[in-house]
């Protein structure tokens, strides 16, 4: 019985260490191609009207390559670089989602849509493409006229935050 036993623990250890190579180790950041030392992103694009949407989008984007990607190099110029991500805000929204009593809209939802495509400028080859990013957000605003500040704006630089850290994630992780 002893023996039976030493031989199911060995087989089930031989069994388990087989599957090492199953799991992808979060945090590598190895989907990008070795090749790639340089990124240029330049500012995102934004068809529609809303103000400094799309330099808050290209700001959190530069941030969070910094933060995260030490060994990745943002240049300014895209001509420079071995990678250049392309942005565009393609939608802007917000609507009212909560009322108080009196029928006044207090938190707001904000949705953005854009698009990524990162390009492979050594290679000539799109490395990652996704159009349709939905982001959402909310905001309240406060009920005291004397007291009231526009949440709109921190709402929008809390929403490109995340915006780039998922971007940034599903880039570098290879999700």
Do not use: W
């Not at 001509?79 to 009593?101: N, P």
């Not at 996704?130 to 982001?135: E, L, M, S």
């Amino acid at each position: 019985m002893k023996r039976f036993s030493q031989l199911t623990l060995l087989a089930l250890l031989i069994f388990v260490c087989g599957f090492k190579e199953c799991y992808k180790q979060v945090g590598k950041g190895e989907a990008l191609p070795k090749h790639i030392q340089t990124l240029a992103i330049p500012p995102f694009l934004n068809p529609g009207l809303r103000y400094k949407v799309e330099q808050r989008f290209t700001a959190a984007m530069i941030d969070e390559v910094l933060r995260r990607q030490r060994a990745l190099q943002v240049v300014s110029k895209p001509e420079d670089a071995d990678a250049v991500m392309l942005g565009t805000i393609k939608q802007f929204s917000y609507r009212g989602t909560l009322l108080d009593d009196v029928g006044r809209a207090r938190v707001f939802e904000v949705t953005i849509i854009a698009g990524v495509t990162v390009k492979d400028q050594t290679k000539n080859k799109v490395l990652f493409d996704n159009q349709n990013y939905v982001f959402k957000t909310e905001y309240e605003v406060t009920g005291d006229p004397g007291n009231f500040f526009s949440e709109e704006g921190p709402a929008v630089s809390r929403l490109a935050r995340d915006f780039a850290k998922s971007v940034l994630t599903t880039i570098l992780e290879g999700f």
